[in-house]
């Protein structure tokens, strides 16, 4: 007894200690729990440092979760009558989906209103914590010797033959974003799809790798030396693992791309969760996403030495914002016609 008391002294000396954080109110620090995240996968937007940093700084345990947009929306819609989640993290046209599905509940986070019109949802059904651009995470040893690719036009010649990857656009976001981008930079419009799907026809020629979840891991080893992804990831591996990698920003242009929470409805812990989408939101949370090469949300200052590590502005002058919303209404007629015509 003696014992367990001075451990339980011990451990409330040392919350009383832990200062305040930038941004976070001190009624949300070290108040413990779980919370359920969908699509939360540690090697995706370094999800593992944000977990680690939640879990140190309010004491709330998050389970790591594999899934990629479109699952996780299945899973929740699957659970309506009885959710497991407490909040999920899409790509901004799966966030819209599911408001439109009744499994959101409006929630406004604090400094909800810091985010600009249009990344967020007016009501709180979904918001946006980060952005990334979509291009070309390269693994350049594993090319062996062949050039990096300067233009999506390039991925279709011989050379690149089983050595190009992209995530399923009828299932993940960034497969849906890399069809877009693809399809924008070709000619193509939200109306027209035509240049994208047959840009994919011609690739399918070419042998490529489709997976369905987030494949870092697999560029890192060489599995795939080319993928479509976010700059966030490449620069990830280029700054932080071992070989030599690049971004590229298609010479024909490319797209941003927003991500978004939502708080679940009828999520069994949402105490908790409003406790992390509150935190993902502060300038600590923030900070976090930009250390994982994320633009941030809120109009937070990207440190100096990260800013220095992007391509040049040059580069991202290439970059479209689009209407998203728009860009969902169609999804589901681009999935159709992949499935139909391209798988």
Same mark, same amino acid.
């Given at each position: 007894?003696?014992?367990?008391? /001075?451990?339980?002294?011990?451990?409330?000396?040392?919350?009383?200690?832990?200062?305040?954080?930038?941004?976070?109110?001190?009624?949300? #620090?070290?108040?413990?729990?779980?919370?359920?995240?969908?699509?939360?996968?540690?090697?995706?937007?370094?999800?593992?440092?944000?977990?680690?940093?939640?879990?140190?700084?309010?004491?709330?345990?998050?389970?790591?979760?594999?899934?990629?947009?479109?699952?996780?929306?299945?899973?929740?819609?699957?659970?309506?009558?009885?959710?497991?989640?407490?909040?999920?993290?899409?790509?901004?046209?799966?966030?819209?989906?599911?408001?439109?599905?009744?499994?959101?509940?409006?929630?406004?986070?604090?400094l909800f209103d810091k985010i600009p019109d249009g990344l967020k949802?007016?009501?709180?059904?979904?918001?946006?914590?980060?952005?990334?651009?979509?291009?070309?995470?390269?693994?350049?040893?594993?090319? =062996?010797?062949?050039?990096?690719?300067?233009?999506?036009?390039?991925?279709?010649?011989?050379?690149?033959?089983?050595?190009?990857?992209?995530?399923?656009?009828?299932?993940?976001?960034?497969?849906?974003?890399? #069809?877009?981008?693809?399809?924008?930079?070709?000619?193509?419009?939200?109306?027209?799809?035509?240049?994208?799907?047959?840009?994919?026809?011609?690739?399918?020629?070419?042998?490529? /790798?489709?997976?369905?979840?987030?494949?870092?891991? =697999?560029?890192?080893?060489?599995?795939?030396?080319?993928?479509f992804d976010y700059d966030f990831n490449a620069y990830r591996a280029?700054?932080?693992?071992?070989?030599?990698?690049?971004?590229? /920003?298609?010479?024909?242009?490319?797209?941003?791309?927003?991500?978004?929470?939502?708080?679940?409805?009828?999520?069994?812990?949402?105490?908790?969760?409003? =406790?992390?989408?509150?935190?993902?939101?502060?300038?600590?949370?923030?900070?976090?996403?930009?250390?994982?090469?994320?633009?941030?949300?809120?109009? /937070?200052?990207?440190?100096?030495?990260?800013?220095?590590?992007?391509?040049?502005?040059?580069?991202?002058? =290439?970059?479209?914002?689009?209407?998203?919303?728009?860009?969902?209404?169609?999804q589901k007629t681009f999935s159709d016609r992949y499935l139909a015509?391209?798988?």
């Open positions: 007894m003696t014992t367990r008391r /001075i451990v339980l002294g011990l451990a409330a000396a040392t919350l009383l200690a832990t200062p305040l954080l930038p941004g976070v109110p001190a009624a949300q #620090a070290q108040q413990g729990g779980t919370a359920i995240c969908y699509n939360c996968p540690p090697q995706w937007a370094d999800w593992a440092a944000m977990l680690k940093a939640v879990h140190q700084d309010l004491g709330i345990t998050m389970p790591h979760d594999n899934k990629n947009s479109g699952q996780a929306l299945s899973q929740i819609l699957a659970e309506r009558a009885s959710p497991v989640a407490d909040m999920a993290y899409y790509g901004i046209t799966f966030g819209i989906k599911a408001k439109a599905e009744g499994v959101t509940e409006a929630y406004q986070p604090a949802d007016k009501d709180g059904h979904w918001w946006t914590v980060h952005q990334g651009t979509l291009g070309l995470f390269v693994n350049v040893d594993a090319l =062996r010797g062949k050039p990096v690719p300067a233009c999506w036009a390039d991925l279709k010649k011989p050379d690149y033959k089983g050595l190009v990857g992209y995530l399923n656009p009828t299932s993940a976001a960034v497969g849906y974003v890399g #069809a877009i981008a693809v399809n924008l930079a070709l000619g193509g419009t939200l109306e027209n799809v035509e240049p994208g799907l047959a840009f994919f026809k011609e690739l399918a020629k070419n042998d490529p /790798i489709v997976p369905q979840q987030t494949s870092y891991a =697999r560029v890192v080893s060489g599995e795939i030396p080319i993928l280029k700054y932080t693992e071992k070989g030599k990698f690049a971004f590229v /920003i298609p010479c024909e242009g490319s797209v941003s791309f927003p991500y978004v929470m939502t708080l679940v409805k009828g999520a069994p812990h949402a105490a908790e969760a409003k =406790r992390v989408l509150d935190y993902l939101l502060s300038d600590k949370g923030q900070l976090v996403w930009t250390n994982a090469y994320l633009r941030p949300a809120r109009p /937070i200052e990207m440190p100096a030495e990260v800013a220095a590590k992007f391509l040049p502005k040059t580069d991202y002058d =290439r970059v479209k914002d689009i209407d998203w919303g728009a860009a969902e209404k169609i015509e391209v798988r």
